[in-house]
């Protein structure tokens, strides 16, 4: 990369932050545990929640491994984000209202779930990928009643014919929202992906959620009180959690990311309750942060030729950053080295056009 350009990357990079910044884009890679972690700020008095009095916040679990988030990061650098973005990242954390990030395939809306998670310290990014079939009932809890029916032990029961169920806690399980919405101390991070492939009802469905930060679980609410507390498995995976009367109710709502790749319009009174974000393609500087991140090394002159071979082939947004980094991985392993007319080939199959599906 020649001078010129490094110095412009520095420049965005270097910009000088606003105190009110706690999102800052700085490429940190924080556990829950570290002692110094970003300060939040408080909820504003109608997305304060607050702790029952006979709830014990909880603390975040510690991942076990930074893999999921080098593998979808990278050795992050600093400033890939425009402080624009960062402005309305850092508006929704102050706020507690979740982002609405729409943009074309391959322009990182996924990663910035990543990137507040790491760089905050919040733990794992719960995950809800939404398709068609996807219900609110999928996000929130799974239970598994057919499952238990058939372990139950073969005869007749103690007290008469009806063979006795197993244990109630052993087959429900919180969904990825319904983790979230746990008491933890500090928010947690969930990622809603692809919510304008969902039908037609889930956002909306979503509202009520969004708004009181809570749910409950009937087939925990019929206990009454022979049960009033009940441990159940999460989405955090071997780390289950207490409900207490059927409930679950935050003590910080989380800081949800739900994106969208544009593909249908939602409604007014689901949008009023989202900060949004349209991220544009990526441009030359944030294409060599990411290929930087997930390289390690700088850009040599090769890699420089091809980031703006493909900005110019790229045109109307119609290939995705990812076709980018796949081709500069077979420029590291000497794709092009041994025949020029093959490295052609290879980089037009690689670059093919997600318009209309026929190489550029």
């Known amino acids: ?184 101390k500090r928010p947690r991070v969930l990622l809603v992906d692809e919510l304008d492939k969902s039908d037609i009802d889930l956002p909306n469905d979503l509202l009520h959620i969004f708004e009181e930060g809570e749910f409950r679980i009937r087939e925990l609410e019929r206990l009454g009180r022979s049960r009033r507390k009940v441990s159940v498995g999460t989405a955090d995976h071997g780390a289950p959690a207490t409900v207490r009367d059927g409930r679950v109710r935050c003590v910080e709502f989380p800081l949800v990311v739900i994106t969208s790749n544009g593909e249908r319009a939602f409604s007014p009174a689901f949008r009023r309750r989202c900060l949004e974000i349209e991220l544009a393609a990526p441009d030359e500087r944030r294409l060599a942060a990411m290929i930087e991140s997930h390289f390690g090394t700088g850009l040599d002159e090769r890699t420089v030729e091809l980031v703006r071979s493909f900005l110019e082939r790229r045109g109307d947004g119609s290939l995705a950053a990812d076709q980018l980094l796949n081709t500069v991985h077979m420029l590291t392993n000497g794709a092009a080295d041994a025949d020029e007319a093959s490295w052609e080939r290879l980089r037009a199959s690689l670059w093919r056009n997600l318009a209309s599906d026929t190489a550029p």
């Open 1 to 184: 990369m020649s001078g010129d350009e490094s110095g412009l990357r520095d420049a965005a990079a270097m910009s000088p932050a606003p105190p009110w910044w706690v999102f800052r884009d700085s490429g940190a890679h924080r556990s829950p545990s570290d002692e110094a972690l970003p300060e939040l700020p408080p909820a504003p008095p109608w997305r304060s929640f607050g702790p029952s009095a006979d709830c014990e916040p909880l603390d975040i679990p510690v991942p076990a491994d930074s893999r999921e988030v080098d593998r979808k990061l990278g050795a992050r650098r600093a400033g890939t984000l425009d402080h624009a973005v960062i402005d309305v990242i850092n508006a929704a954390i102050q706020l507690r209202r979740p982002l609405l990030v729409t943009g074309q395939p391959g322009t990182g809306k996924s990663s910035l779930a990543y990137q507040i998670a790491a760089e905050l310290g919040l733990g794992r990014v719960l995950w809800w990928p939404v398709v068609s079939r996807t219900t609110l009932r999928d996000g929130l809890y799974d239970y598994d009643a057919i499952g238990r029916v058939q372990d139950a032990p073969a005869g007749p029961g103690p007290d008469g014919p009806h063979r006795p169920l197993p244990d109630v806690s052993s087959y429900l399980t919180l969904g990825p929202l319904g983790t979230a919405l746990l008491p933890w």
